[in-house]
């Protein structure tokens, strides 16, 4: 599918604009360990801070932004003790540790015409998902995920895994990604989902579709090469894969948004929400555009639900016009 050039960048949209489409904020109380790890962890912590300070321009008070920043470092620290015990977990130990929402949500959209689901960096997704797609028996073999696994000048590994069977190509630049490549890879392997590859994501993903089959897309974070989009994201311009609305206006599939945090009884709670309406007007560079900031606002909806347990390390706005980082 051709798509034009979809002209200027959007401007700075005012912050009443954009406080209007986001949810409130509840008050982040940090525990003791974050506020710890916030003082002995310092890399990236001025990234934190500024992407805050720019996410909730209504906090005035910096104390408000630490304590956001402070409870961000504890989750963190969580979720690797959380990635590092699962090694040790039973099946039946894991699917105690998930709690599933909108279950039915997932299935009526999907039936028929496959679905694509929405998601971003939300709590510790990469231990939740998985798991949560071993609650739904008849989708086993039938959940794809879209995953760069990391830039190299050329292939290191190809790996046979899944339990059907698959190849995933990793082009690896150093041995820490090639083994947090290699973690998430098992974790997605077990739960028998496939791996579509970063570069070939549209034909992938509309090969699956045929196949009434579900696709994650996780679009949360700042997107180079060609297949992207300059919209709105909290407020400022961020680059965007476009992907993800060139399928769903190629397509009769759903996009389903999936909201994934750590709630207060320490369980993962993986919800679905109802099925975001894709915008068609027969503009094509106009729908891809529109569709593009409708799942940005999805996502940073749900990064407000709960904001301490967003990836904050991560320069959303980088090479963007009107960059404060």
Not at 11 to 38: H, N
Not at 45 to 73: C, D, G, H, M, W
Not at 287 to 300: Q, S
Request: charged content about 20%; proline content about 6%; aromatic content about 10%.
């Amino acid at each position: 599918m051709n798509v034009e050039p979809t002209g200027d960048p959007p401007p700075r949209r005012s912050e009443a604009d954009f406080l209007s489409c986001t949810a409130s904020s509840s008050p982040v109380e940090p525990s003791i360990g974050g506020k710890i790890v916030y003082h002995l962890f310092p890399p990236r912590r001025r990234t934190v801070i500024q992407n805050i300070q720019r996410a909730f321009p209504e906090l005035t008070e910096r104390k408000q932004i630490i304590s956001i920043a402070q409870a961000f470092y504890g989750h963190l620290f969580r979720a690797i003790f959380e990635l590092a015990r699962d090694a040790f977990m039973s099946p039946e130990m894991r699917s105690r540790v998930v709690r599933i929402e909108g279950a039915e949500i997932f299935r009526a959209a999907a039936a028929g015409n496959g679905a694509l689901l929405l998601t971003g960096h939300f709590g510790n997704w990469e231990l939740a998902v998985p798991i949560a797609v071993g609650h739904f028996p008849e989708w086993q073999g039938r959940v794809n995920i879209i995953r760069d696994f990391g830039a190299g000048t050329d292939a290191h590994a190809v790996q046979r895994a899944g339990r059907g069977g698959f190849l995933v190509v990793q082009q690896i630049s150093s041995r820490l990604v090639g083994f947090l490549s290699y973690l998430a890879l098992r974790r997605f392997s077990r739960a028998g989902m496939k791996v579509i590859s970063q570069g070939g994501a549209v034909r992938g993903t509309l090969s699956r579709l045929r196949a009434q089959e579900a696709v994650v897309f996780v679009l949360d974070h700042h997107a180079g090469g060609r297949n992207r989009i300059l919209v709105d994201f909290m407020g400022y311009p961020a680059y965007t894969f476009r992907s993800l609305a060139v399928i769903a206006l190629a397509s009769e599939a759903p996009v389903v948004p999936i909201a994934c945090y750590r709630d207060t009884d320490g369980k993962h709670v993986v919800r679905f929400d109802p099925p975001l309406q894709t915008i068609r007007t027969g503009n094509v560079s106009n729908d891809i555009r529109d569709n593009t900031e409708l799942y940005n606002k999805t996502l940073v909806r749900l990064i407000r639900e709960h904001p301490d347990q967003w990836f904050w390390f991560h320069e959303r706005w980088r090479y963007a016009p009107g960059r404060a980082i």
